[in-house]
Each structure stands twice: as C-alpha cells, then as structure tokens.
C-alpha cells in the first residue's frame, strides 16, 4: 500500500524559515493531489495546503496564504512545503496526505508527521 | 468555512458494547449528485489519522465490517456495532465539499 515519510522538521525562531519534505513510495505518486495537514493540540486537525497532480492548481488555507509555498517534484515522488515568515502559532505536527480531491474528496493515505516548533 | 461539531468530545466502552459518535454540519454536505462529502478518521494513540469512512457510508480499504456511517444533509453519526481494544483513540469527522476542508473537534475513545 501507499507509503509517505515526512522529514524537515525542527525548531526555528519567528520569522524563520523551514522546508518540509514528503517520500512518496508504493503508488504513482504523479496521477494523485496531495495535500499538507497540520495538528495541534489547541486548534486540532486543519487542512493548509493542496497541489493537483501536474502542480499546476494549488491552495492555501488563509491562516498559512502568502508564507507557505507548496510543490512537488513528481520525477522524484516528493511533494515540498516551503515555510516563511514563520509564527508562533505554525508550531504542529504536520502531515502530508494523499488527497483524492474530485474523487471523494478523502486523504486516504498519511505520513507518520513531522514536528514544527517556532520559539525564539 | 464549515464548522464541524462533535459529541460527544469523550466516550467510554466497554469491549463488545456499542458506540456512537455524532457529527454536525454548519452547512449542508449534500452534493447535486447525492453524495455526502462527509468522512471520518481515527487517530490510534501515537499515530497519524487514518481514513475509516468516505462519502458519509463508504468504508475504506481494510476497514473492519463494525464501522458503519450514516446521515445526510447536516447530521451524521459513526457508529461501532461491538468495540475492542483496537478501537481506542481520537475520531474525526471532516467536511469535504468545500475548501478548506474542515475537522471536528475529535471525539476520544477510551475502551474500559
């Protein structure tokens, strides 16, 4: 079954800068969106981020519009999130997910996470 | 955004027993073609979320025969027919029609 492995994690202080990355195995990674979730202890579950198959559609949640970047590199079964201008409140455990947007609309595979901490 | 609204936030069962976990919607969930964009996760203690039901009633892949989902509209309910140990963690239900996709709160699943 599909596999995903998330690495980048770590702590960086406000207004820094990390770059997530996601392993992608098991699957064709290029014919599915993926997407980028995010769990904290005090907000729970929130969706931030999707890319469609090619990369060429993306969206952000507002909480994350104009910081976080999102791409994927299918030649290299990797999907990306860039994090800028990072705030106290970014700190989470972030998940990529196999996102089967427009065909029920369900993440159907998760990575194990990787943990953000933003503290000065 | 769509508010999604759980009860209850806890639940204890005992193994063999029943349970249920209610998810509210503060918009319809219905698509013109009749699905409802409604799915629910369990988080097991110290693992990612994974998918238990698609579409308010599908079952996922691998997902056992005592997970059930039902509702339609604004109101929907997971429920376990007979509990074991393997149950226990956090249940999520989340909203898929419209971006951003929203979670409920989470509903903790403590088996006696």
């Known amino acids: 079954q599909a596999q995903l492995m998330e690495s980048g994690g770590g702590l960086v202080k406000p207004g820094g800068s990390l770059r997530l990355s996601c392993a992608a195995s098991?699957?064709?990674?290029?014919?599915?969106?993926m997407s980028w979730i995010r769990q904290t202890p005090g907000k729970g579950l929130e969706w931030i981020s999707y890319?469609?198959?090619?990369?060429?559609?993306?969206y952000y949640a507002d909480s994350v519009k104009g910081r976080f970047t999102i791409s994927r590199d299918n030649a290299k079964n990797s999907l990306y999130l860039q994090m800028d201008s990072l705030r106290a409140e970014d700190t989470a455990v972030y998940y990529c997910?196999?996102?089967?947007?427009?065909?029920?609309?369900?993440?159907?595979?998760w990575g194990q996470g990787t943990l953000v901490t933003v503290s000065s | 955004d769509i508010v999604m609204t759980q009860s209850p936030l806890s639940l204890t069962v005992t193994p063999g027993e029943p349970a249920s976990i209610s998810c509210r919607s503060s918009?319809?969930?219905?698509?013109?073609?009749?699905?409802?964009?409604l799915d629910w996760y369990l988080q097991k203690p110290g693992q990612s979320p994974q998918l238990l039901i698609y579409?308010?009633?599908n079952r996922a892949s691998g997902v056992p025969d005592r997970f059930s989902g039902s509702g339609s509209g604004t109101d929907f309910t997971l429920k376990i027919s007979r509990v074991e140990a393997e149950d226990a963690g956090v249940y999520y239900c989340?909203?898929?029609?419209?971006?951003?996709?929203?979670f409920g709160q989470g509903t903790k699943v403590e088996i006696k």
């Open positions: 997910a196999r996102d089967r947007l427009h065909s029920g609309n369900y993440f159907d595979y």
């Open positions: 989340m909203q898929a029609l419209q971006t951003p996709r929203t």
């Open positions: 098991r699957f064709t990674f290029s014919d599915y969106y």
């Open positions: 890319i469609s198959n090619s990369g060429d559609t993306i």
């Open positions: 579409l308010g009633s």
């Open positions: 918009q319809s969930l219905l698509y013109r073609n009749g699905d409802d964009h």
